[in-house]
């Protein structure tokens, strides 16, 4: 990783470290409990505490996916937005356009078997296991959320870099740009019924961008493993650009020599750049990027330039 920068003035205080040491002190509780499979005899040997904590979020239990927190990223700078928040309040347009509806549309949604597959100009092309991506080690990083509509999060990733996935491949010199797909299955997407999109969903990052420290490939959230609505089992996380650039559920990650088309940049060129980068003094052409709502609290708050990571990213633009 960079090292760690100077803390950037929007960064807030201890509290929002305090929020986030709960949090994972939290998981660890859970953890050490051994409630992968919880269940009621797990909720009696936990405690109120802990049937509180379960009851409060109403989501799912899931085995954790223990990864140590990388402390080397910068700062979130506030507080994890709250998991139950975050899980149903998603853009996953393979789902429809109502976020407070994908994570029920999305509930059965799986993909099994799943690799993923790298290809064009890599000297090993193939599939890779999902085992395979995480056996090259996971860690937890927190990393500020900021969707292109001027709502934001704030989230524990679980992951690994996607120069990491990448280097499975061995990328040819040739390489200066990776494409990255989404899955395809209409029987279980219903808008991939519809023809009112093009899908698969495919964004691309310039092969530099790809390989920046900061550029993530998460399988979980919240120590565990990515619910469907999340992008199971494998999503494109890029703190730095809008939501947008980030698949969902990828499927291929293909290297290619000229610039990649993208979904959204098609779509609307006027609206959405080719790069995305999180720029607040770049209006959107319907809305104001000065701000962004913090999703949960619904606190107001600045943008950063680049998401707050203009220490770490802004080199790649210079
Ligand atoms: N496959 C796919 N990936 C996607 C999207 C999508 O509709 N389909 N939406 C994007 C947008 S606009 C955002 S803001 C984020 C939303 O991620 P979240 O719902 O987990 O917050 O996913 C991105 N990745
Ligand atoms: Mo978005």
Request: with cysteine; aromatic share 10%; net charge positive.
């Amino acid at each position: 990783m960079p090292s760690t920068p100077r803390r950037p003035d929007w960064a807030l205080p201890e509290r929002a470290a305090t929020d986030e040491a709960a949090h994972a002190t939290r998981r660890r509780f859970l953890r050490a409990l051994g409630l992968g499979g919880l269940s009621a005899a797990g909720l009696a040997l936990g405690g109120r505490e802990l049937e509180r904590a379960v009851a409060s979020r109403g989501l799912p239990v899931q085995p954790p996916l223990p990864a140590p927190r990388n402390g080397a990223v910068p700062r979130a700078g506030r507080p994890p937005t709250a998991e139950r928040h975050a899980l149903r309040y998603n853009n996953f347009y393979e789902f429809g356009e109502d976020k407070r509806s994908v994570w029920r549309v999305a509930r059965d949604f799986v993909l099994d078997p799943y690799s993923l597959v790298i290809d064009g100009l890599v000297r090993r092309p193939g599939a890779v296991p999902l085992e395979t991506v995480e056996a090259l080690g996971l860690e937890e990083r927190v990393y500020r959320f900021r969707c292109v509509e001027a709502w934001a999060m704030t989230l524990p990733w679980t992951g690994v870099p996607l120069a990491d996935v990448l280097a499975l491949a061995e990328p040819e010199d040739g390489a200066r740009y990776v494409a990255l797909q989404s899955f395809h299955d209409p029987a279980q997407a219903p808008a991939q019924r519809e023809g009112r999109w093009p899908f698969p969903y495919h964004e691309a990052l310039r092969l530099d961008e790809a390989l920046h420290p900061l550029a993530f490939v998460a399988t979980g959230l919240y120590g565990k493993r990515l619910a469907p609505q999340s992008g199971a089992p494998l999503r494109v996380v890029l703190p730095w650009k809008y939501g947008y650039k980030g698949p969902k559920s990828v499927v291929r990650l293909t290297l290619t020599a000229e610039r990649p088309r993208t979904f959204w940049n098609d779509l609307q060129p006027d609206e959405y750049s080719w790069l995305s980068n999180v720029d607040p003094h770049q209006p959107h052409p319907r809305w104001a990027q000065t701000h962004e709502r913090l999703v949960g609290s619904g606190d107001r708050v600045p943008t950063a330039p680049y998401n707050g990571y203009a220490a770490q990213v802004a080199g790649l633009y210079a």
